[in-house]
């Protein structure tokens, strides 16, 4: 960790005095931490609650600037969060073994506000679709392809013409997967750290 905020702020200064508007196609990546809500379970008899661990995630994406501050791309992602515990109502709870896995594949859109200095806010949506995978251990899994969304806030530190540094934030959903008869939720906050090189 301390290498990576080492290199972090590397990038800062080196880039104080370059330029972040970018132009043309991009490639990018990020990565980090991934915190799953609570979510609400029902299979048409019991109701209940699962809860997560933190877990990881990353992005990849495709992307290219428009004029007037515009930025489209494609994205795919990968989210792991374990399984901590489950609720069910009526019966108390008890800790559970197994894992949420989505995959995504979002297409999305960026505003950039124009700086004169190294640093440039932004802010984005995107909307797509994701395979959400319940792992149980004591249950086998079940998967679900639902519609998905995100919100996302983020910085850009330039350390060169076409080099930059993205921090985020993203908050990223799905619509409600069944299991199998399981009605679930996917609801997440995702803070990330990574690369966007401009050709």
Same mark, same amino acid.
Not at 45 to 74: H, K, P
Not at 160 to 169: G, H, M
């Given at each position: 960790?301390?290498?990576?905020?080492?290199?972090?702020?590397?990038?800062?200064?080196?880039?104080?005095?370059?330029?972040?508007?970018?132009?043309?196609?991009?490639?990018?990546?990020? =990565?980090?931490?991934?915190?799953?809500?609570?979510?609400?379970?029902?299979?048409?008899?019991?109701?209940?609650?699962?809860?997560?661990?933190?877990?990881?995630?990353?992005?990849?994406? =495709?992307?290219? +600037?428009?004029?007037?501050?515009?930025?489209?791309?494609?994205? =795919?992602?990968?989210?792991?969060?374990?399984?901590?515990?489950?609720?069910?109502?009526?019966?108390? +709870?008890?800790?559970?073994?197994?894992?949420?896995?989505?995959?995504?594949?979002?297409?999305?859109?960026?505003?950039?506000?124009?700086?004169?200095? $190294?640093? $440039?806010?932004?802010?984005?949506?995107?909307v797509g679709y994701a395979n959400v995978e319940g792992d149980l251990d004591d249950f086998g899994d079940e998967d679900d392809n639902v519609?998905?969304?995100?919100?996302?806030?983020?910085?850009?530190?330039?350390?060169?013409?076409?080099?930059?540094?993205? =921090?985020?934030?993203?908050?990223?959903?799905?619509?409600?997967?069944?299991?199998?008869?399981?009605?679930?939720?996917?609801?997440?906050?995702?803070?990330?750290?990574?690369?966007?090189?401009?050709?």
């Open positions: 960790m301390k290498n990576i905020l080492v290199g972090f702020l590397a990038f800062v200064v080196v880039g104080s005095g370059v330029s972040v508007s970018f132009a043309g196609p991009y490639i990018s990546g990020n =990565l980090g931490a991934v915190i799953v809500n609570d979510s609400d379970l029902d299979d048409g008899v019991d109701t209940g609650e699962f809860s997560y661990d933190t877990g990881f995630g990353f992005v990849a994406a =495709l992307g290219t +600037s428009l004029q007037n501050d515009i930025r489209v791309e494609a994205e =795919l992602g990968y989210r792991n969060n374990d399984l901590d515990e489950i609720k069910v109502d009526g019966f108390g +709870s008890g800790d559970i073994d197994g894992d949420v896995t989505t995959t995504s594949l979002m297409g999305n859109g960026y505003y950039d506000f124009s700086t004169t200095g $190294s640093f $440039s806010p932004y802010i984005g949506a995107g519609f998905a969304y995100q919100f996302i806030l983020g910085g850009s530190f330039a350390s060169s013409e076409t080099l930059s540094v993205d =921090l985020q934030y993203r908050y990223f959903a799905t619509e409600d997967p069944d299991f199998d008869g399981l009605d679930s939720e996917y609801q997440s906050h995702n803070i990330m750290i990574g690369l966007r090189n401009s050709f």
